[in-house]
Structure formats: C-alpha cells, structure tokens
C-alpha cells in the first residue's frame, strides 16, 4: 500500500514524464526497484525512498526546467509541491549529482542538506541496476550507456566518468547490506 507521499509522487511523475516515455519508462523502474528496499528502512524513510525514486528525474520534464540541471530542478519542484526534505534532498543529491554540478559549474545543490548515505546509496543503486526500458541491468552496463549517450566533452559525460568510482562503490554498499 502507498502512502500519500508515494503516491502524490507518482502522479507528479507520471504527469510531468507524460512526454518523455523513455524517461517515464526508466522512472517506473526505479520505483519499483525502490519499493523492494524500503523494508530494509523506517516506514518513514522508506516512504521517501520510494516517493523520492519517482521523483528523481522529474527535473527532466519541460515544464519544470529552469537551471536546466535535473536534480536541482527536480529537487525545487519536490520543495515547492511540500514533500519532505528527505525526498528533496535524495533528488538533489542522487546517483552522483554533486559530480555533474561541478562539472557544469552550478552551486545550486547548496540550496539543499545532503541526505543519509545509506538512503541516497540506495536510490543511486536503484537508478543504476535500471535500465532506459524500466527492466534490470549490471551497473557497469548502465554507466557505459550513459557514456555512450553524451559525447566526451559533455557534463554528464564527464562527471559520470570521474564519479564512475564512487557510484560503483554505492552500489557494493547497498549489495552488501541486501
């Protein structure tokens, strides 16, 4: 059963994802990846994990785009709608944002408190055994797609290159506790 939260979430997404299908796709995966591991929370931080993994690439809808920078605008839209900071803050800071803000020089994730390391390892870990087609894949597969989808001299590109170390060793902390 979904709480409020969870399911606001999941309405926002599927509403502001309508047009990007792809996206939509992948997002629902994380979900339910997110959804399996919310037992191993309070039901609290659970709820957020969860609410927080439909959330995560909201930031991508065009509607809310204004740094142009998903996690931050993700992240100031999940302020603005009244969700909980720490589904706030897992969308500013998830799957190695903090990498990609230094790469494209924004200090907007200071906008925002970094969230538990063991929340954020474990919706990193869910946007990185998900696949663009919502279905499970290695997180070296899902980290080389992404190379392979931006060009070398791309923020993305090059942030998910120098973070390649740490989102990997989210992932084995999440295993490891699985």
């Known amino acids: 059963m979904s709480s409020p939260q969870v399911t606001r979430a999941r309405v926002a997404a599927e509403s502001r994802l309508v047009g990007l299908p792809g996206r939509l796709t992948h997002?629902?995966?994380?979900?339910?990846?997110?959804?399996?591991?919310?037992?191993?929370?309070?039901?609290?931080?659970?709820?957020?994990?969860?609410?927080?993994?439909?959330?995560?690439d909201i930031g991508y809808a065009p509607s809310l785009r204004v740094t142009g920078f998903h996690p931050v605008d993700g992240a100031a839209f999940a302020r603005r709608e009244g969700f909980d900071e720490l589904v706030?803050?897992?969308?500013?800071?998830?799957?190695?944002?903090?990498?990609?803000?230094?790469e494209r020089g924004i200090n907007g994730l200071s906008a925002f408190s970094a969230p538990p390391q063991q929340v954020l390892d474990a919706l990193t870990f869910c946007d990185l055994t998900?696949?663009?087609?919502?279905?499970?894949?290695?997180?070296?597969?899902?980290?080389?797609?992404?190379?392979?989808?931006?060009?070398?001299?791309?923020?993305?590109?090059?942030?998910?290159?120098?973070?390649?170390?740490?989102?990997?060793?989210?992932?084995?902390?999440?295993r490891a506790w699985l």
Request: hydrophobic content about 45%; charged content about 20%; some cysteine.
């Open 27 to 56: 997002v629902r995966g994380v979900a339910a990846a997110a959804d399996g591991l919310r037992e191993h929370f309070d039901v609290a931080s659970g709820d957020c994990l969860v609410a927080a993994a439909w959330l995560h």
């Open 88 to 102: 706030v803050s897992l969308v500013a800071f998830h799957s190695g944002a903090p990498a990609e803000a230094w």
């Open 130 to 174: 998900t696949g663009l087609d919502g279905s499970e894949v290695s997180p070296c597969d899902r980290l080389h797609e992404v190379l392979q989808r931006y060009g070398p001299d791309d923020p993305v590109h090059r942030a998910v290159d120098s973070a390649h170390g740490e989102l990997l060793a989210a992932v084995d902390r999440v």
